[in-house]
């Protein structure tokens, strides 16, 4: 080795929603991660149609500026595809001697998508292998499945703002690596199943993971969105108005006691039929996880989005699932930060937004982590470098 090494710049986590853009980077100094920045634009409007890039330039346009104006380091993106048609799924497939095992996971999924698998880019990992009645082998494979034309179209918007795509990976994995990165802090985390409820504009995803592993993931057409438009047409106020009042009066805390004709209690009385639905999505969700999976540990769950940020919903979710529920402010956990760039208050508002975005940019200091993680137990060490659905330069379409 000769002369000075260029040090690749840390990675900046992408996360493009229906309603907003999040970017997120740390970088590490001497074994301590800092928060280099964060930042937020709205969606241009239009530019994204049922979980669909279809106006890259101007989303390219927003990202660009989003990044000048908070002076992000560096080119390299790691980002995410998400909506209903993205598929997370455990599938068991016959292993056979003369096949290759990802051949047989490919036909297998073509039964759990409603596009056809040569318009797919997918990926599997073997969580378990046992042995059939028959003496076969059984491979239980987490497969995650997206159509090329989101995936490209994602890689197009990166590279047109003249990024480099390092990864494009699922969702779930970003959040479940922002849980992952802060659980040698948090004991109590590592005890339980985490349920990760993402609730964004129009869409609310749920993954069930348990130890470090997502065994559930599931997509649900709710989102914030529905909540204004109630409240909108309950109070007869536009839409811009109804998310004031969404953000700033409406409370649904079980003891909350708003006063009765107040503009506060009626939006809340709008919104509660409204967040009732999502509950019981959630419910029978969980309901589905324990009787497949057989699951006796607790299960813990963490609240992410905008929609989040809702006066007592934490509260109020807990109370109608039984089980114990927290926002995601996990960005707070870990990073340290400059408290002259960046107020506490500010962080723990914003941090349910950037649950993903965060896990993104958290995406080469996985190791780390596992290090830490080993500590207490034996924790299985993540390879840098290896995820599901990753972006892999140089390889046709993905």
């Known amino acids: 080795m000769s002369g000075l090494e260029k040090k690749e710049t840390p990675i900046i986590g992408v996360d493009i929603g229906t309603n907003t853009i999040k970017v997120a980077q740390f970088k590490r100094d001497k074994n301590v991660l800092s928060l280099v920045n964060f930042g937020v634009v709205p969606t241009p409007e239009g530019s994204i149609e049922n979980g669909k890039i279809v106006k890259g330039d101007i989303i390219s346009e927003a990202l660009g500026s989003l990044l000048s104006l908070h002076s992000f380091v560096g080119k390299r993106v790691s980002a995410s595809v998400s909506g209903q048609l993205v598929t997370v799924k455990q599938v068991t497939v016959d292993e056979i001697s003369r096949q290759p095992l990802g051949d047989i996971v490919k036909w297998e999924m073509e039964k759990h998508i409603s596009y056809p698998i040569e318009d797919a880019v997918f990926d599997y990992q073997v969580l378990s292998r046992s042995q059939a009645d028959d003496g076969g082998i059984k491979a239980n494979c987490l497969v995650a499945a997206a159509p090329l034309e989101i995936v490209n179209a994602l890689v197009g918007v990166i590279r047109k703002t003249h990024l480099e795509p390092v990864f494009i990976e699922v969702e779930p994995f970003a959040e479940l690596r922002l849980v992952d990165y802060v659980s040698y802090k948090r004991p109590d985390l590592d005890a339980k199943t985490i349920v990760m409820v993402n609730i964004g504009s129009t869409i609310t995803s749920i993954n069930v993971a348990d130890q470090s592993m997502i065994r559930l993931t599931r997509m649900i057409p709710f989102g914030g969105s529905r909540i204004s438009q109630a409240i909108a047409s309950a109070l007869g106020i536009n839409t811009e108005r109804a998310e004031e009042l969404k953000q700033e009066s409406v409370n649904v805390d079980p003891e909350a006691n708003l006063e009765a004709g107040t503009e506060a209690e009626r939006a809340t009385s709008a919104a509660l039929p409204i967040i009732d639905e999502l509950v019981l999505e959630v419910r029978r969700s969980l309901n ?111």
């Open 288 to 398: 589905y996880y324990t009787t497949r999976f057989e699951s006796d540990r607790p299960l813990h769950l963490i609240l992410s989005g905008g929609t989040a940020n809702l006066k007592g919903i934490a509260d109020y979710v807990e109370l109608s699932t039984g089980f114990t529920v927290e926002i995601n402010r996990l960005l707070l956990d870990v990073a340290k930060y400059d408290p002259s760039m960046f107020a506490e208050s500010y962080l723990s508002e914003m941090a349910p937004m950037f649950s993903v975005a965060t896990g993104l940019s958290l995406r080469e200091f996985e190791a780390t982590a596992a290090k830490k993680r080993s500590g207490r137990h034996q924790a299985k060490p993540v390879e840098v470098g290896e995820s599901l659905l990753t972006y892999r330069p140089g390889s046709e379409g993905l």
